[in-house]
DNA sequence: CCCTGATTCGC
DNA sequence: GCGAATCAGG
C-alpha cells in the first residue's frame, strides 16, 4: 500500500498547537510528535497563523527576520532597483536588570557544566567559579552567547549598566 | 559549536 | 500544503 505515513492529522495538529502553546521550541515539539523535522514544526506553525509567540528564552523581541532573495534571482545578479530604505528597527530597549533577578537565591544555574580551563572552548561561557588558586577552580562552561565569553546568565550579571551597579550599591557579586 | 524562530520556494 | 535550505540571531 501506499502508505503516505504520517503527515498533520488532526491529531498531530491538535498536539503541535498544544505544545506550542505551552511554549515549548520547535525542536522538542518534532521530537515529541515524532517523524517530522523543527522546521517542518515551525513551518506548519506558521501556516496554522501559530507564530508571533512573544515567549523567549531571553524575553528578547522576535528576528525581524528580512525577507530573502529567491536563489534564483540572486543567480540573475543584483537587483535594478536599489532597496527601498528598510525601516529602522526600533532600538529594543534592554530588560532592565533588577538587584532581585540576579540575586544568587533567585538564579538556577546550570552547575553540571562546570569546566576546567582546559575543557573550556570558545562557544563556553567563561564566567570564573570558585577560588582561582584552588585546584577546583572552573568556568561555567555554558553555552556562551556567540561574541561574548558568558553564556546568558553570566552576560547579565557582567554587563549591568552602570546606572544599576551604582544604585544597587553592590560588591562583587561573587564567583559562585 | 550549541541553540532559537522566520522566511522562501521547489515540490 | 509541506518542509529543506537558508537566514538571522542568542
Known sequence: MTDAGPSWTKERVELLKRLWGEG???????AEIGGVSRNAVIGKVHRLGLAGRVLRSNGAAPAP????RAASEEARGPSPAPMPTVVAPAPAP?????????????VALPLSERVTIMELREFMCRWPMGDPSSPDFRFCGARSITGLPYCMHHA?????PAAERKRSDRRVVGFR
Open 156 to 160: 547579565r550579571i557582567a554587563y549591568q
Open 24 to 30: 515549548r521550541s520547535a525542536s522538542q515539539i518534532a
Open 65 to 68: 527576520a528580512q525577507p530573502r
Open 94 to 106: 534592554l530588560a532592565l536588570v533588577r538587584p532581585e533577578s540576579i540575586a544568587p537565591a533567585e
